[in-house]
């Protein structure tokens, strides 16, 4: 049942929502542009969808966007005092998955 053409449509129909949701939220916080959400599916999946979030001007993109989402530690400039910087929980938000 899972490889059925009208599964497959819904599951695409559902990523979409999600994705543009997702940009939707991001687009509120994009300062350089460097932050965006990607999709990945069939065929280069076999049946899941994803949705994420990427940064492409981070050698660590992965760390990079993982911190915007759940957040992270930040020094403050000119100090040696770190401070707790919260998630914007883009990913959680538009897939009306609980968060932190």
Known sequence: M?????VHAALSRHQAIIAARARAELSMYRKTGSMSIG?????????????????????????SA????????AKIPKTDKEVWVPGKW???????????
């Open 66 to 73: 993982v911190g915007f989402e759940f957040g992270h530690m």
């Open 39 to 63: 999709t990945k599916g069939p065929p280069a999946t076999k049946l899941d969808r994803y949705v994420y979030l990427t940064d492409a001007n981070e050698g660590n993109w992965w760390n």
């Open 90 to 100: 883009i990913i959680h938000k538009a897939a009306g998955l609980p968060h932190g």
């Open 2 to 6: 899972s490889h059925h053409a009208d």
